[in-house]
């Protein structure tokens, strides 16, 4: 039997958008062939209805739905607008495989959807990133610091810092482990993606590497040349540890539990710190060889022990599900009106929408900040 919604469409003459089958596809990671397998069509096909060639029937629209899991109502939604791969800032991009690249950006462009929905109901803070020129990455990080009015302490949240300078800060699907975080920028809005499977320390570095890509690289700069990603770490390094502010509380050379007590400072891992301290002749040669080889040894190297107790998550969005409850919109009306499976928000918002909706504790309880959010007009 038909369900109701394609029921509706049908009656009203909607047809199906090839791009949703495109796009709900690439997220599930599924090529052309293991689609058509799951759905009982042929390949060429599944072609034709991407392409706009061939519309599908009642039953396979519904078997679509099935096999991809999204509800029938999203293969009648509007045209997508998908995220070009040149202009996100991949790590180790010749590394990454291209199944789990268009994986990961097509959550993103359901993302940017769910926070177009949200920006016609409340006011979100407007993006606040300084257009710098062509410094390089080192003084580019001390000016933004400055036109923030950061001076040189340690910052205690990259994540509510970044939200309240108007970035839009998403997580990332568990099951993309091998992406590390990328951001964008969309309509003169920056995206950032964070992978939650990193440590607590990592998770902030990578959100400091974001900030220095959305600030450094343009079109002028672009973001898929090589150096990239080291203009990024430099960036990233330089926000979170100032070098005066290094100075100030390190001595030259320091053993390793001297790293391990600086780290807790800055809230970066040890071996960022050390690599760092090199950086800046802090740490000689052969110090930072010693160094690394003794953090390896107590496992720094592939995880953070006694680490930052409480991973970094978003206000903003927790802020976002507690005003939209207060308008009677809960996590099963907006995946009703934005037409995805039920756990896809949760995914990308840090987990917080049913913690957020049904005022659970965790890891969304409120915490001060200057985040404000307004209904919009």
């Not at 061939?54 to 096999?67: F, K, W």
């Not at 607590?200 to 974001?210: T, V, Y």
């Not at 973001?223 to 030259?252: G, I, K, W, Y």
């Not at 891992?269 to 802090?282: E, N, P, Q, R, V």
Request: hydrophobic share 40%; with cysteine; aromatic share 8%.
């Amino acid at each position: 039997m038909i369900d109701s919604p394609l029921l509706t469409y049908l009656h009203e003459g909607i047809m199906v958008n090839p791009s949703r089958i495109v796009l709900a596809r690439k997220r599930r990671g599924l090529t052309h062939v293991e689609l058509s397998e799951r759905v009982g069509v042929s390949a060429q096909s599944l072609s034709n209805y991407e392409k706009n060639r061939q519309e599908p029937s009642e039953d396979v629209v519904t078997r679509l739905a099935h096999a991809l899991d999204f509800p029938v109502a999203f293969f009648y939604g509007g045209e997508t607008d998908p995220i070009p791969a040149e202009s996100v800032s991949f790590r180790a991009r010749s590394k990454l495989r291209a199944r789990h690249r268009n994986m990961a950006l097509s959550g993103a462009e359901l993302a940017v959807e769910f926070h177009d929905w949200v920006a016609t109901k409340l006011r979100l803070p407007a993006p606040d990133l300084p257009t710098l020129g062509k410094p390089d990455p080192a003084t580019a990080a001390g000016m933004v610091r400055s036109r923030w009015g950061l001076g040189l302490a340690p910052i205690s949240n990259m994540i509510h810092l970044l939200e309240s300078r108007g970035v839009r800060v998403f997580s990332l699907s568990p099951e993309f482990q091998d992406v590390d975080a990328f951001a964008f920028y969309r309509s003169s809005v920056p995206f950032v993606f964070l992978n939650t499977g990193k440590t607590a320390e990592r998770s902030r570095f990578d959100a400091a590497h974001e900030l220095g890509h959305l600030i450094l690289h343009s079109d002028e700069r672009p973001v898929d040349r090589p150096q990239a990603e080291d203009e990024a770490n430099t960036f990233a390094r330089h926000f979170l540890m100032p070098p005066e502010s290094v100075a100030a509380h390190m001595p030259s050379n320091p053993f390793v539990d001297q790293i391990l007590q600086g780290k807790r400072i800055w809230k970066v891992s040890a071996l960022a710190l050390a690599y760092h301290l090199h950086d800046l002749d802090l740490l000689s040669d052969w110090a930072h060889r010693q160094a690394c080889i003794e953090l390896g040894k107590r496992g720094y190297r592939m995880a953070e022990p006694d680490g930052m107790p409480v991973r970094e998550t978003s206000q903003l969005w927790e802020k976002v599900f507690r005003a939209l409850r207060a308008k009677g919109v809960g996590s099963a009306q907006i995946t009703e009106i934005l037409d995805i499976p039920a756990a896809m928000t949760a995914e990308f918002t840090f987990g917080l929408t049913l913690v957020a909706v049904h005022g659970q504790g965790g890891s969304a309880r409120p915490q001060r900040s200057q985040l404000r959010l307004v209904e919009s007009n």
